[in-house]
Every structure is written in C-alpha cells, then in structure tokens.
C-alpha cells in the first residue's frame, strides 16, 4: 500500500510539471524573489551604496578581471544581474565567493537587489575586455550561428525578457569557464536546452565559440571611454586585478 502511495505521489507531480519533477523549493524560491524584485521600482542612488559591497571583487567598474575569476558585470542587462542574485541568495545557483554578500545581513532584502541590478546595469563596459588567442575564429563563428543565435542573439545581446544573458564584452577566460560548468552540469541554474544541446562540444570548440564571443565587444552604446574611472568611487585604490590590460 505504501509503494502505490508512492507512485501516485511521483506520477501526480510529473503531470503537473509535464513530464519533469517539480521544482525543488531553492529554484522555487529564486522565482519569487525574481519576480518580486522585477515589480520593484529600483533606486539607483541606493545601487550605489550597495554596490560598494561589489566593487570589492568585480571592482570600482563593474569590469571584473581578466584571468576569469571575476566577471564583468556593468553593462549587463537587468533581468539576468536580478536572476543570478536571486538564485545564488537563494542557493539555486553555487557560488561560494559570492554567496555570503548576497545573503540579507549584507546585501539587504529584494528591493537591494532591484536597486543593486540598476545601478549596476547603467555602467559602461570595458572597452578592453578580455578575448582569446584567436586561432579558430572561423570554427567559433559558425558554432555560434548554428547553436546559439536564437538565444542569445545574433551578436550575444541577450533577451531581457528571458533573462538571457548578454555575452558580448564578457571576458574570454570567464566564458570559457562558465560554459563548461554549464556542459558539466556544474551550473544548476542552467537551462536545461542548453546543457543538452551543447554536451557534444570539444575542448577545441568551447574555446573557439567563447573566444569568436569576447571578440564581438560591448555594445557601441554601452562602451566606455578609454580611461574612464567611475566617478561614484574618486577615493577607490584600483589595485591587483582590477584594470589589469
């Protein structure tokens, strides 16, 4: 009798999920926060204080560092900056390092993080962001064409509705490790589309895709200037890896 309540139980929670396990109550979680935060009007001015926490590794710009530890995050689009907060506050996604700033004692609650991801979003990119040796740019630009166009864009803008990220701009060494912790199943928060539809990747076109990726550069429009400083932070010490060329 037990085993038959067992199965109505698992049958009845496939059909409600067509065919696949609901979700587990992290991935619940990062949901509501997600929507919540979106229903937020965001205060950029407030951004900025949070951001202070931020510019500790991504650093004063929002640019991140080369060597593929920290990511470039200015410039990146709202939705997917509120996405990723969310499902690494709620542990939905693995992040260690950035896991204890966005819990609540330091990041704040939901409107911290619509304000945060405002603010954050409204920085220029680095015009000088990392990119790979170039040896099969014609390899990585058809691998895109053929696997990744439809999601993330014909020049990796992103789908802010979807909260797709963009990619252009993004540093190589970055991409690169991302992409094969999402083809490893690394990336829990990952689409399941894509994890599947990339699992056949080499090393070789891993490397070639991301490295044609970081070679298409930030927007035109959401470019800095060279040289250009943040001027919410005249008194930061830009150190170590941050603005390393």
């Not at 939705?79 to 966005?102: G, S, W």
């Not at 304000?115 to 040796?133: E, I, Q, R």
Request: aromatic fraction near 8%; charged fraction near 25%; include cysteine.
């Amino acid at each position: 009798m037990k085993k038959l309540n067992i199965m109505v139980v698992v049958a009845s929670c496939l059909l409600l999920s067509g065919g696949e396990a609901l979700s587990d109550p992290f991935q619940t979680q990062a949901r509501e926060d997600y929507a919540k935060a979106l229903k937020l009007k965001p205060n950029v001015e407030s951004g900025k204080h949070v951001y202070r926490l931020c510019a500790v590794c991504h650093g004063p710009e929002g640019w991140g560092s080369q060597d593929g530890y920290y990511p470039e995050i200015a410039g990146q689009l709202r939705t997917v900056l509120i996405k990723q907060l969310a499902d690494i506050r709620d542990r939905n996604r693995d992040n260690p390092t950035m896991f204890p700033f966005t819990q609540p004692r330091m990041l704040g609650g939901i409107q911290e993080i619509a304000d945060v991801a405002a603010y954050v979003a409204k920085l220029p990119m680095d015009p000088n962001n990392g990119v790979g040796p170039g040896f099969d740019l014609d390899l990585g630009r058809q691998l895109y064409k053929d696997n990744c166009v439809k999601c993330h864009g014909k020049q990796g803008e992103g789908n802010k509705e979807d909260h797709i990220p963009q990619i252009r701009g993004q540093h190589f060494r970055y991409l690169v490790r991302q992409f094969e912790w999402i083809r490893n199943g690394r990336r829990r928060n990952a689409d399941p589309k894509m994890v599947k539809q990339i699992r056949r990747f080499t090393s070789r076109d891993v490397r070639a895709v991301m490295d044609y990726v970081a070679r298409l550069g930030p927007p035109p429009e959401k470019r800095a200037e060279p040289g250009w400083k943040n001027p919410d932070f005249p008194k930061y010490v830009r150190h170590g890896h941050f603005g390393v060329r």
